[in-house]
């Protein structure tokens, strides 16, 4: 199974960008690359997800390297609504497998 | 709003006694998912269907079994909980090369 590793836990002041790494150095050609957050007591949310280029939407942006052995989820200004847990994910077929992620905690 | 849906929220069951936990969506998604969270880990997928065909992940005891009946409903039966199966149950579902949707999940607590 392709797995990613990410660091265990993050902090970040209100309203200043986040940076959130995810190393995932087994990645195969096919994989998506796909990032979820889970706030207290709710079930994952999705973020964003991406191939090889890097993509922005409403909620994060992602940036991809070049050789997709990492990628990195960018949190533009984060809130205080944004505490949650990140999980970073490569996904195949119908396979999603969930590595530890990181809990990122905001500082008001 | 098109959404997964879980009940309960929250199931009380005794050691050895079945339990089943139920999911539906309305979001017409062919792809169902089953995951287990226990306190402070990741959640962990139990079993998957692409629309009718079954997908048992190798390492789900044999105590955790499935049904969907149609594309809407699928269903989480848990034949003997001891207390090791007292987690968060989380329902998901995705379009066949889509994200997933997941559910609030059913915290079950097991005596």
């Known amino acids: 199974d392709a797995k990613t590793t990410q660091p265990n836990s993050m902090e970040s002041n209100e309203e200043e960008p986040v940076h959130l790494p995810c190393n995932h150095s087994t990645i195969s050609g096919t994989d998506y690359i796909h990032w979820y957050r889970q706030l207290p007591s709710q079930g994952p949310e999705y973020v964003i997800h991406?191939?090889?280029s890097n993509v922005n939407n409403r909620m994060a942006s992602l940036a991809i390297a070049e050789d997709r052995k990492s990628s990195t989820l960018i949190l533009h200004r984060a809130t205080l609504r944004d505490a949650a847990v990140y999980y970073c994910i490569l996904y195949y077929g119908q396979n999603f497998v969930f590595g530890p992620g990181t809990r990122l905690s905001v500082l008001p | 709003d098109a959404m997964v849906i879980q009940n309960p929220r929250y199931q009380v069951t005794q050691f050895g006694k079945p339990v089943t936990l139920s999911c539906s969506q309305t979001?017409?998604?062919?792809?169902m998912y089953w995951y287990q969270q226990k306190s402070s880990q990741a959640p962990k997928l139990l079993f998957h269907y692409y629309d009718k065909d079954f997908n048992n992940e190798a390492d789900t005891p044999d105590n955790f079994q499935s049904r969907r009946p149609n594309t809407s409903f699928c269903f989480l039966d848990i034949r003997s909980p001891g207390l090791g199966d007292a987690a968060m149950y989380l329902c998901?579902?995705?379009?066949?090369?889509?994200?997933?949707?997941f559910g609030p999940g059913t915290r079950l607590t097991v005596l």
């Open positions: 991406g191939l090889t």
């Open positions: 998901a579902t995705s379009t066949s090369k889509g994200s997933q949707f």
């Open positions: 979001l017409n998604h062919n792809v």
